[in-house]
């Protein structure tokens, strides 16, 4: 059987996998954001209708996959396939928020990375002939991650200026074999990177070089170089995590200024809004990519970019522990040109 392989991480997808329909839904503060106009949903109430922040986060899901469904003009029983995950344990936002739709159903956990994973997963599945059609989403909730992992919100503690901020919102990204586009072309699975980074409070230090490595074996493995891109996105860096992957590619001798950014630098007015070192969270990735990054190739801005989410793969058990906080990148190129090479 012919391989598909390119190297060692990353994948080119046959002719492409064709993006159907996406959608996302935001709140209160991504409302107030430089990408408010690119929701399909905007939701003030941080319960969305419901009586905990949990199941706020689960409606949230439910929304934007029956948003997406609805402008692909599909149903629940015509997807194969949902991949999706959230922060949670258990990934309950995602099991609870998506267990009326009788969808096959495989939950993910890549933390922040989980858009990245869900697409790369459900595109070679498409490719592979074992799904026609299949939904990759995520999604966070300020609240339900505060709750989780650092102070109970009504508590008030102070940020320090490396944090950032947790998106409330979600994305859903449904996939087809047939479509109009953009297409995945390429995926590149990330590795485990852990360079020792033990505060909690410095998610971009502590996934920047996970992503700096699954951007360099995407550019090894594709022989492509940055300007190839119109556009290379990491997620939920931030400023912070942002600058340190310009920096290790700058000691490779290669200039990533260009066109370079981050979704955590892109969601939010970072200091009109007070965000420190920028958004973070699945959502933070999920909302951008399925707003303003796809609308913004199917009106022609862009017409081939890399979408590269990273994930910080800890729980506070590890945290109380003293563990390191691992990271992972996973990333996805779509262009609006099928099958290219």
């Not at 955590?264 to 920028?278: N, P, R, S």
């Given at each position: 059987?012919?391989?598909?392989?390119?190297?060692?991480?990353?994948?080119?997808?046959?002719?492409?996998?064709?993006?159907?329909?996406?959608?996302?839904?935001?709140?209160?503060l991504?409302?107030?954001g430089?990408l408010?106009?690119?929701?399909?949903?905007?939701?003030?109430?941080?319960?969305?209708?419901?009586k905990?922040?949990?199941q706020?986060?689960s409606?949230?899901?439910?929304?934007?996959?029956?948003?997406?469904?609805?402008?692909?003009?599909?149903?629940?029983?015509?997807?194969?396939?949902?991949?999706?995950?959230?922060?949670l344990?258990?990934?309950?936002?995602?099991?609870?928020?998506?267990?009326?739709?009788?969808?096959?159903?495989?939950g993910?956990?890549?933390?922040?990375?989980?858009?990245?994973?869900?697409?790369?997963?459900a595109?070679m599945?498409?490719?592979?002939?074992?799904?026609?059609?299949?939904?990759?989403?995520?999604?966070?909730h300020?609240?339900?991650?505060?709750?989780?992992?650092?102070?109970?919100v009504?508590?008030?503690?102070?940020?320090?200026?490396?944090?950032?901020?947790?998106?409330?919102?979600a994305?859903?990204?449904?996939?087809?074999?047939?479509?109009?586009?953009?297409?995945?072309?390429?995926?590149?699975?990330?590795?485990?990177?852990?360079?020792?980074i033990t505060?909690?409070?410095?998610?971009?230090?502590?996934?920047?070089?996970?992503?700096?490595?699954t951007?360099?074996?995407?550019?090894?493995?594709t022989?492509?170089?940055?300007?190839?891109?119109?556009?290379i996105?990491?997620?939920?860096?931030?400023?912070?995590?942002?600058?340190?992957?310009?920096?290790?590619?700058?000691?490779?001798?290669?200039?990533?200024?260009?066109?370079?950014t981050?979704?955590?630098?892109?969601?939010?007015d970072?200091?009109?809004?007070?965000?420190?070192?920028?958004g973070?969270?699945?959502?933070?990735?999920?909302?951008?990519?399925?707003?303003?990054l796809?609308?913004?190739?199917?009106?022609?801005?862009?017409?081939?970019?890399?979408?590269?989410?990273?994930?910080?793969?800890?729980?506070?058990?590890?945290?109380?522990?003293g563990e390191?906080?691992?990271?992972?990148?996973?990333?996805?190129?779509?262009?609006?040109?099928?099958?290219?090479?």
């Amino acid at each position: 059987m012919e391989t598909k392989r390119l190297g060692r991480q990353t994948v080119q997808l046959g002719e492409g996998v064709s993006v159907v329909s996406f959608a996302n839904i935001g709140g209160k503060l991504e409302s107030q954001g430089p990408l408010a106009d690119y929701f399909d949903e905007l939701e003030q109430d941080s319960f969305f209708g419901a009586k905990t922040w949990e199941q706020g986060e689960s409606a949230m899901q439910q929304r934007a996959l029956q948003r997406a469904l609805q402008k692909g003009g599909l149903s629940a029983s015509d997807l194969d396939y949902v991949l999706a995950g959230d922060l949670l344990n258990q990934c309950i936002g995602t099991s609870f928020g998506l267990r009326s739709f009788e969808i096959p159903f495989y939950g993910l956990y890549g933390a922040c990375s989980t858009m990245g994973e869900s697409l790369a997963l459900a595109a070679m599945l498409i490719d592979g002939g074992f799904a026609r059609l299949a939904a990759a989403m995520t999604s966070s909730h300020y609240c339900t991650a505060e709750r989780q992992y650092r102070m109970p919100v009504p508590y008030g503690n102070q940020r320090t200026p490396t944090q950032q901020w947790t998106a409330t919102a979600a994305g859903c990204c449904i996939l087809g074999k047939q479509g109009d586009g953009p297409y995945i072309t390429h995926v590149t699975c990330g590795k485990i990177v852990d360079k020792g980074i033990t505060d909690v409070n410095n998610m971009g230090a502590a996934m920047a070089p996970a992503a700096y490595d699954t951007l360099r074996a995407l550019l090894r493995e594709t022989h492509t170089k940055p300007s190839d891109y119109d556009l290379i996105v990491t997620g939920d860096l931030g400023a912070l995590g942002h600058e340190i992957v310009v920096d290790f590619f700058a000691q490779d001798g290669i200039d990533m200024t260009k066109n370079y950014t981050d979704c955590g630098m892109l969601l939010y007015d970072l200091k009109g809004q007070d965000m420190h070192a920028g958004g973070s969270g699945c959502g933070c990735s999920a909302a951008t990519l399925n707003g303003y990054l796809l609308q913004g190739m199917r009106e022609q801005r862009w017409q081939r970019i890399v979408f590269a989410p990273t994930g910080a793969l800890l729980s506070p058990t590890s945290s109380f522990q003293g563990e390191s906080v691992p990271g992972i990148c996973h990333a996805v190129v779509f262009s609006n040109t099928k099958g290219e090479a």
